[in-house]
């Protein structure tokens, strides 16, 4: 036999509109618009056949059958999230997640809150280390990798765009022009991004090798060189230079106008990938790695 049953949503809207006696601070607590709770509570008012919620003086109120419906039905939401949370817990625990110091603070850090609200059995764990990430490939069981999408023993899925943009002071771009030729960022003074300097992986360094420079010749030009694209961030917002960055982490200083972008043209050598081993079947890397994909898009 067909159960009758309302949706969840449904109920999950109502029921706290209930407990605030307001859709805006509803609509808050469950990250949803307005309309979109009350026509969930008008889609359960159609389903009963009677109505919930009135106003009275420019209020919504609960009806009399608003108020004994909700008395019943929130007790087993309670006990249906509890329930929920017990089978969750089975897959509870530790997951490691790999990710550039950068990204981490600039890009994932404001993101896990949400997840934590999702999923609070879940405990993260976000490893920093560049030789561990990108050398060794160790030390996650799932991380967020700037490449070419092919990694040996590793699955990967594309996540978002990797350009490189390079960016400076308003005052230097008008003394030094803009760069159209990605040679014409060495009219400028420049500011070396060194981290994975070794292995030719800075964000400098792949922005000079596209213009032509050899390895050698890199190593040869003067400037600054600091490791973390923070560093670099604060001598090029200090104005001691123009640098190449991901454009994922110039942009609270480009739309605010401490920063422009110089080039014309982006750079676009690789794109950031989420990326775990090969048959991995643990459910905590699926679920991260959805979740992630759906908060980007």
């Known amino acids: ?25 509803a609509a808050e607590e469950l990250s949803l618009t ?12 159609d389903m009963l056949g009677r109505p919930l919620v ?13 108020q ?41 850090l404001p993101k896990l809150k949400a997840y934590g609200q999702l999923h ?7 490893m920093n280390d560049l030789q561990r990430l990108y050398e060794q490939l160790e030390g996650f069981d799932l991380a967020i990798l700037f490449g070419d999408g092919h990694w040996r023993g590793f699955e990967a899925q594309r996540l978002m765009d990797g350009e490189m943009v390079a960016v ?3 005052d230097l771009l008008q003394r030094h022009g803009p ?15 060194s981290a994975l300097a070794a292995q030719g992986k800075s964000s400098t360094q792949l922005w000079l090798l596209s213009a032509g420079l050899s390895p050698r010749e890199i190593d040869a030009l003067p400037g600054q060189r600091l490791e973390h694209f923070q ?37 676009v050598c690789g794109d950031y990938y989420l990326v775990w081993p090969e048959g991995c079947r643990d459910a905590r890397v699926r679920m991260f790695a959805e979740w992630l994909l759906a908060a980007q898009h």
Not at 34 to 45: C, D, F, M, P, Y
Not at 120 to 126: D, G, K, N, S, T
């Open 179 to 193: 760069v159209a030729e990605r040679r014409d960022i060495l009219r400028y003074p420049l500011l070396h991004h």
């Open 54 to 66: 009135e106003k009275v003086r420019q209020r919504l109120l609960l009806t009399e059958d608003g």
């Open 231 to 267: 560093f670099v961030l604060d001598a090029a917002l200090h104005g001691l230079g123009i640098t190449v960055l991901p454009r994922y982490f110039v942009a609270p200083e480009v739309e605010d106008g401490r920063l422009v972008i110089a080039s014309r043209e982006p750079l």
């Open 68 to 108: 004994r419906y909700v008395e019943e039905i929130a007790p087993l939401l309670d006990q249906l999230e509890a329930a929920t949370r017990r089978v969750s817990a089975r897959q509870s625990g530790r997951l490691r997640v790999g990710a550039e110091p950068s990204l981490t603070t600039r890009w994932l």
């Open 34 to 45: 307005q309309g979109a709770v009350s026509r969930q509570i008008k889609n359960l008012e």
């Open 120 to 126: 609070p059995e879940i405990e993260l764990q976000v």
């Open 1 to 25: 036999m067909r159960r009758q049953l309302p949706s969840l949503i449904s109920l999950t809207c109502f029921a706290a509109f209930a407990r605030h006696m307001s859709v805006t601070r």
């Open 168 to 170: 400076c002071t308003p």
